[in-house]
């Protein structure tokens, strides 16, 4: 066993570095997990990952640990910047770091479909399990999705292929990491909080062509200027024609074939048109057929908080897209939608400009109500353009608002362009809480 003996250092105490921490444990090494969270606040998993032999330093003990304790080598989780003193001190003393998706990586026993992009990840990740698995190709899915790849790496052995949901935070810190097949979603604004431009972010996410060569096969998306890719390539796209795969009036045409109608389908607007593409190029690739891979595809519901229909009352539809956490959600949302639009957006300030859907969301929306950190930044931009609702940090006032001056036909979208950390614990508990206040809505 490589790390045997080993006496190794997970910097994170979250799913990834947990995962990293009791499969390296497995492998007879010594481990230590440095999170600089405060002790009472990961009691629980102090005392449950003890009984496993696996030590954790927290608060400002874990950041003296890294500036002497003496380790062979760092296991890096993705939901640690890099820039940290944590980080920052096991590099000045040269001690070998990897990410945790390199770590698995190099303990997976089959091929690995990577899927990444700024939206629609999670749910392409699971329309290629679904579909594979129902098509008789044995797989799970995991990594950024959850859970995380180590903690599902021991059962490569036995699939056919691991199914694998990638983000830029991930893909930082490969060396070796190799998809058989990746999947390039789309890219777009995101994540300005962690990384000082938008070439950094598109540095970090298109490193999951590096490694492959020209016996692995590319999906991608056909709209975005990719630099030249050693893989082979399929192409898809609902927006504009030339594609593999294309959309035209509701119907999915593989080079000129009819594939999949998106009312059979579970899914809505054109962006998971998109997300049923890029698994439909998946199964080709792994050479099944459309009359395969269809009835699965059709039969996926998504998981909630995406354009997730809550309720019709009085005529309006009332629609959870929580997990729209960037201006390209809100955008595809938008066009998702064939009704005039109550938008409810705002929330944490990651540094996104809003000025590119100020047009949409003239055109789309009867009127905006926008709250959280962005609720002045948003209205100052499209208060020319239809009416603005402020309601500063209540999402129970957005909601009775935007109850308020909807009309029968309409529809109320939460979509809110940015994380929810301003208000909320996750996009998941925003999205609750709207659904809670909208179930609670009287009649008109």
Partial sequence: MRYENKNIAVLGAGESGEAAAVLLRQENAMITILDTAEENKLRKKIDALGTQG??????????????????????LSPGIDPTVPLVQNFIRRRIEMIGELELAY?????????????????????????????????????????????????????????????????????TRFRCGIAVWLGFA???L???????????????????????????????????????RKI??????????FELREGLIF???????????????????????????????????SFAQMVPPLCEYRALPHRCELIRTLNGVEYVNDSK??????????????????????????????????????????R???????MADRIEALWKDRLPVVNVGWSLERAVARAHEIAQPGDVVLLSPGTSSFDMFKNYADRGNQFRALVNALPSK
């Avoid at 080079?255 to 579970?266: H, K, N, P, S, Y």
Wanted: aromatic share 6%.
């Fill in 254 to 288: 593989f080079r000129g074939e009819r594939v999949l109608a998106m009312a059979d389908t579970q899914l809505r607007g054109s962006h998971n048109a998109e997300n049923l593409m890029a698994a439909l190029g998946v199964g080709f690739v792994r050479g099944l």
């Fill in 367 to 373: 009127a905006a109500v926008v709250l959280g950190e």
């Fill in 106 to 174: 190099e303990m997976c026993a089959c091929p690995i479909v990577g899927i990444t992009g700024t939206n629609g990840k999670t749910t392409t990740t699971q329309l290629v399990e679904k579909m594979l698995n129902a098509s008789g190709v044995k797989t799970v899915a995991c990594g950024n999705i959850g859970p995380a790849f180590s903690a599902k790496v021991r059962e490569s052995a036995d699939l056919d292929i691991v199914t694998l949901e990638v983000s830029s935070f991930q893909l930082e810190t490969i």
């Fill in 235 to 244: 192409t898809f796209s609902a927006y504009v024609p030339g594609a593999d």
């Fill in 189 to 191: 604004p995101d994540h």
């Fill in 193 to 231: 909080d962690r990384y000082p431009s938008m070439d950094e972010y598109y540095r970090a996410k298109i490193r999951i062509f590096e490694n492959q060569t020209a016996e692995d096969w590319a999906v991608i998306n056909f709209r975005d200027k990719l630099p030249e890719l050693k893989a």
């Fill in 324 to 365: 729209g956490t960037n201006p390209d959600s809100v955008e595809k949302a938008l066009h998702s939608e064939t009704r005039p639009v109550v938008l409810i957006a705002g929330g944490k300030d990651k540094g996104f400009e809003y000025d590119l859907l100020t047009d949409l969301v003239g055109q789309r929306c």
């Fill in 54 to 75: 696996i030590r954790v330093i927290a608060g400002l003990a874990a950041e003296h640990e890294s500036e002497h304790g003496a380790y062979d080598l760092g296991i």
